[in-house]
């Protein structure tokens, strides 16, 4: 009997010593909000919605020099933009509405297009000002290809 209660004893102690390390909490908590930024979701405001949702989805396609990128909504619909190497971030492929590319914050652009409105990532030069059009990623958050 003595045995098995120093074993318990023991056992009981080391689990109490074994407290999470808060740096490693720390990373893994940054590793989950940086793989959250790449799963391919963005915010959107679909069909003149006001409340942003991180509801849709990006796809990268890469071909004849230029890179388009697919924005899929979440009731099926979706834009296709035309990434520019220019700095100006990038057009609507197809369809009569322009998009219209504002700066809401470091990091970040607001695409609108027609009724529908999307927050990229993006590469905003120092100085730009915010009726600028920046750079959007050439590698934005992205879901299959």
Known sequence: M????A???TLMLTACENRPDNSVLAEAEQRAADQAVDDGKIECAINGDSNFTRDCFTERLSGEGRVT??????DGG???????????????ADGFDKAHVSIVEDGKIQVSVGPDKYLLPAQIKPGANASAAP?????????GN
């Open 69 to 74: 990128m697919i924005i899929r909504h979440p």
């Open 7 to 9: 074993v318990a004893c």
């Open 135 to 143: 750079a959007v990623e050439k590698h934005p958050a992205q879901a």
């Open 2 to 5: 003595r045995i098995s209660s």
């Open 78 to 92: 979706f834009r296709r933009f035309n990434l520019l190497t220019d700095g100006h971030g990038l057009e609507a």
